[in-house]
């Protein structure tokens, strides 16, 4: 059985981990080497990724995470998360560090004031029915590499066609919150890739 940790220096650890174990997989939090040391992936929350990046700094978990992700662990990243995955950001703060491992550029806070926070279903690939997706404060993922998989774009709107889950090999992002509702699909994507990986 494997066991998959939820960075748990900030954000919304708690509906991750339920996720998880509603999965049947070993759901840990993470706040120390040894607790990452005992994981076979990693989930990176929702939160505040500039938040984030500076107290896994403090926690000395970046390099550690870093080096894990160079190794091949499996790594998931919602919203904050994503930003946290990206290999470059647009609109971060000036000193903002990222774990990077995804080849993708994202755009912090990307869908503007007016809407903020807004719901939708999407067709995301690899599964058959459309997901619900919750989008807080969300980036958008503004270009990726032919190494990419796109998973999902937004549907209508004036964001239509924006890109919002992608897959490089045993990582994944996605800028909306599957962690919230009840839909476990997309997290058993990822526990699939866990299971996958060596
Ligand atoms: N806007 C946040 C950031 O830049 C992400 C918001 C979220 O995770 N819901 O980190």
Not at 77 to 98: P, S, V
């Amino acid at each position: 059985n494997r066991t998959v940790g939820v960075l748990a220096v900030q954000g919304d650890v708690r509906e991750h981990v339920r996720m998880l174990d509603g999965l049947g997989v070993r759901a840990v939090t993470v706040r120390r080497t040894s607790e990452l040391d005992a994981c076979d992936g990693l989930v990176i929350p929702g939160g505040e990724s500039t938040t984030m990046a500076k107290l896994a700094r403090t926690f000395d978990l970046f390099e550690p995470i870093r080096h894990r992700l160079k190794e091949g662990m499996p790594a998931f990243g919602t919203c904050a998360g994503m930003i946290m995955l990206a290999d470059r950001i647009e609109d971060g703060t000036a000193d903002q560090e990222t774990l990077g491992g995804l080849d993708i550029t994202v755009r912090r806070n990307a869908f503007g004031r007016q809407v903020d926070s807004f719901e939708g279903d999407l067709a995301f690939s690899g599964l058959d029915a459309p997901v619900h997706a919750i989008f807080i404060r969300a980036p958008w993922v503004e270009a990726v590499s032919d190494r990419v998989e796109v998973l999902a774009r937004v549907d209508g709107g004036e964001a239509a066609g924006r890109i919002v889950a992608v897959r490089q090999g045993s990582l994944m992002a996605t800028s909306f919150h599957p962690e919230v509702g009840g839909d476990p699909r997309v997290h058993r994507l990822f526990v699939d890739l866990v299971s996958e990986a060596e």
